[in-house]
């Protein structure tokens, strides 16, 4: 379930219930509801770490530091790289890789097909094939692919750039 489906749960049965006897801290309620939605958080000098990982729903993927899988989204532009999901209803479900400065070190990928792309509001987005990628908010745990084909747009991305599909 995504961070917002339970702080939305939690604040309507706050305010249809009885006051509670204790109330749960910020940082509770945060590790409770999972990963954060909306862009990765990229602090001065990170590197943004990509690795090909398999999945058993699709095969080959590329993956975050954390082993999510990726995804890009079929509508984006690929020469030059550029990204349709721009608006925070997009965002929040679809969070854009960042890597501040430009830096992403590519461990198992073809270092010709790992770059940035800058977003409008300045931060490098990470591109493997001139494919803007993301990670996809309901992907509940490492390895996860749930992301992949839905609205027959957004795909796991394979080492090569393209669709991942099982060979």
């Given at each position: 379930?995504?961070?917002?489906?339970?702080?939305?749960?939690?604040?309507?049965?706050?305010?249809?219930?009885?006051?509670?006897?204790?109330?749960?801290?910020?940082e509770a309620l945060e590790a409770a509801s999972g990963p954060v939605a909306g862009p990765t958080k990229v602090?001065?000098?990170?590197?943004?770490?990509?690795?090909?990982?398999?999945?058993?729903?699709?095969?080959?993927?590329?993956?975050?530091?954390?082993?999510?899988?990726?995804?890009?989204?079929?509508?984006?532009?690929?020469?030059?790289?550029?990204?349709?999901?721009l608006e925070p209803e997009c965002t929040l479900v679809w969070p854009p890789l960042l890597a501040a400065g430009?830096?992403?070190?590519?461990?198992?990928?073809?270092?010709?097909?790992?770059?940035?792309?800058?977003?409008?509001?300045?931060?490098?987005?990470?591109?493997?094939?001139?494919?803007?990628?993301?990670?996809?908010?309901?992907?509940?745990?490492?390895?996860?692919?749930?992301?992949?084909?839905?609205?027959?747009?957004?795909?796991?991305?394979?080492?090569?750039?393209?669709?991942?599909?099982?060979?």
């Open positions: 379930m995504s961070r917002f489906a339970v702080l939305a749960l939690i604040a309507c049965l706050g305010a249809c219930s009885s006051p509670p006897e204790e109330t749960a801290s910020l602090l001065p000098g990170d590197i943004a770490k990509l690795q090909v990982e398999q999945s058993p729903a699709v095969g080959p993927v590329v993956a975050d530091r954390q082993h999510y899988t990726l995804y890009f989204n079929a509508k984006d532009g690929t020469n030059p790289p550029s990204s349709t999901c430009g830096k992403v070190e590519a461990t198992g990928l073809d270092q010709k097909l790992v770059g940035t792309m800058k977003r409008p509001d300045g931060l490098e987005q990470v591109t493997i094939g001139g494919r803007p990628v993301y990670r996809y908010v309901d992907d509940e745990q490492a390895g996860d692919a749930a992301g992949h084909g839905v609205d027959d747009r957004w795909f796991a991305i394979a080492p090569n750039g393209a669709k991942a599909s099982r060979p």
